[in-house]
């Protein structure tokens, strides 16, 4: 029998093929070129800064990664920042096994390039989106020419207007994550490019990405504590293709078997335990829907622990002295030693404490890592001496000392030929001249004053005298302003005051 169409059911199966076209089309990721977005494409991408001060159209300053998809076009975009928008090709070198096979160098202009192991290669016009797919064939040593479908790229801007900004969107297919053997992660090693939007032109730049991409979704953040901090960290997971199986803990990061972690089937976001005491690794395990029966793991977030510093030294210190403190590893470059109370105690930059006055302060030390131990130092007053700092030859002084005296050698006298001093401040006059006398209490805290030993004074004159006669004495030195002359007997002889 045969068929009729008329116009109307014409134009029905036209319309409903065009809806059929446009449906598998909106099915499709197209990438826009563009960073800045409303919807944060981003957000949760993986990153790597390349080169901050990137400026020329030959050089990126940072790269993103990000897998999405449905079922039948699952994908990795890569977002790719240049120093500036213009007329350069980049070759972007992929390692997928983790070793240096592949693609070893590549020779251009005579000068090789090495590219130390890649497996696929993308090739970029930036100024035209001209976008070509390399794969390194392991028999013929070269790279083959791919042709797959949903390759695509796009042209756009980092900054609205700047025209610096690339996104390339791979089937993940090509990078074949079920039988990966480093577990679905890829690195993007390096690029190089060239000026003038042609091979032929001389390369401008070769330089090292090393950005590492987890295929099967990733787990941020990474975190760092001090030992005995509060170590909770949340941990999401994104860029996942199919459902979590559970998570996984591990502190050799998986070089062994991860260690499961009970009720975790089916959620993104995971709370860390606030009690880790070594640096720690987690991740999630996925049923994915690249590779049907089988699970994937993503890419681990490492929850790093450092050791607390210490500090040794003397936590005690004089008014007027210093203690010297130590740190253990390798001190903070920026205020690694910190006072609570300088008006107590002062600490410099390699820990030296001087104490300023009596009472504790709080002294601190931070290491590189950036963790903290404190101590309290206790600086201690100094003494005081009190008592006649003067002795005359063959005659004694008692000094008194604050405070409690030290066990061993309390008083010393930095000269015994001038004087000596007993272990109870007794200052015994030697011979004329100076002697410093040093006072130490049982906190090790020193006073020290000078005492004079005067020499004894001589009479010279006629020694005897007659009955209601006289007889003129004369002493050495200035006499006394009060009784410079005494007789011990007046009934025999008297003595003026200026000794006749």
């Known amino acids: 029998m045969k068929s009729i169409f008329t116009y109307s059911t014409k134009l029905f199966l036209l319309q409903l093929l065009c809806l059929l076209s446009l449906t598998n089309g909106f099915s499709q990721f197209v990438p826009d070129g563009n960073y800045y977005s409303p919807t944060d494409e981003y957000l949760n991408a ?9 400026s020329s159209t030959c050089e990126v300053e940072r790269v993103f990664a990000l897998t999405g998809g449905t079922d039948t076009d699952q994908y990795l975009l890569l977002g790719i920042n240049n120093g500036n928008g213009g007329s350069a090709i980049f070759r972007y070198y992929i390692n997928t096994d983790g070793l240096a096979t592949g693609l070893a160098n590549e020779t251009y202009k005579g000068t090789v390039y090495p590219i130390g192991g890649a497996e696929i290669v993308i090739q970029i016009d930036a100024s035209k989106n001209e976008l070509m797919l390399f794969e390194w064939n392991d028999l ?63 390369p401008c730049a070769l330089e090292d990405i090393d950005f590492i991409i987890g295929l099967n979704g990733i787990v941020t953040p990474d975190a760092e504590y001090c030992s005995g901090q509060d170590t909770e960290t949340h941990l999401i997971l994104t860029g996942q293709l199919g459902d979590v199986v559970r998570w996984e803990s591990s502190t050799d990061d998986f070089n062994t078997a991860g260690t499961p972690i009970i009720n975790t089937n089916g959620i993104t976001v995971y709370d860390t335990p606030s009690n880790l005491s070594a640096t720690t690794y987690f991740r999630a395990v996925i049923s994915s829907t690249l590779c ?30 210093t203690t010297q403190l130590a740190g253990s590893g390798t001190p903070a470059a920026l205020n690694p030693w910190v006072s609570s109370d300088p008006s107590k105690a002062t600490v410099s930059s390699t820990g030296l404490v001087t104490g300023v006055s009596a009472g504790t302060a709080d002294i601190t030390y931070t290491n590189s890592n950036g963790c903290q131990k404190t101590v309290t130092v206790t600086v201690n007053a100094l003494p005081t001496i009190s008592g006649t700092l003067s002795v005359c030859v063959n005659s004694t002084t008692q000094l008194t000392g604050s405070a409690t005296a030290a066990a ?15 272990s109870t401040g007794l200052v015994t006059g030697v011979s004329a001249g100076t002697a410093d006398i040093t006072y130490t209490n049982s906190n090790g805290c020193q006073k020290t004053v000078t005492v004079t ?34 007789s011990s007997d007046p009934s025999k002889a008297t003595v003026s005051s200026t000794g006749l």
């Open 46 to 54: 993986q990153s790597k800064i390349v080169d901050p001060n990137a």
């Open 292 to 321: 049907p029966n089988n699970t994937l793991n993503s890419t681990s977030a490492e929850i790093k622990i450092n050791p607390g510093p210490t500090i040794s030294g003397t936590f005690s210190v004089c008014e007027s002295s």
């Open 140 to 202: 013929s040593g070269e790279l083959d020419i791919v042709t797959i479908a949903g390759i695509a790229s796009e042209i756009g801007s980092y900054n609205p207007g700047d025209n610096s900004f690339i996104e390339i969107k791979i089937p993940l297919s090509i990078f074949n994550p079920c039988n990966s053997t480093t577990g679905g992660i890829i690195t993007l090693a390096k690029y190089l490019s060239f000026s003038g939007g042609s091979i032929n032109s001389n």
């Open 408 to 422: 061993s050698n309390p008083w010393v006298s930095s000269d015994p030929s001038k004087a000596t001093v007993s």
């Open 453 to 486: 030993v005067n020499a004894l004074p001589t009479i010279s004159g006629t020694l005897s005298v007659c009955v209601n006669s006289t007889t003129q004495l004369t002493g050495s030195a200035t006499a006394a302003a009060s009784n410079p002359w005494v």
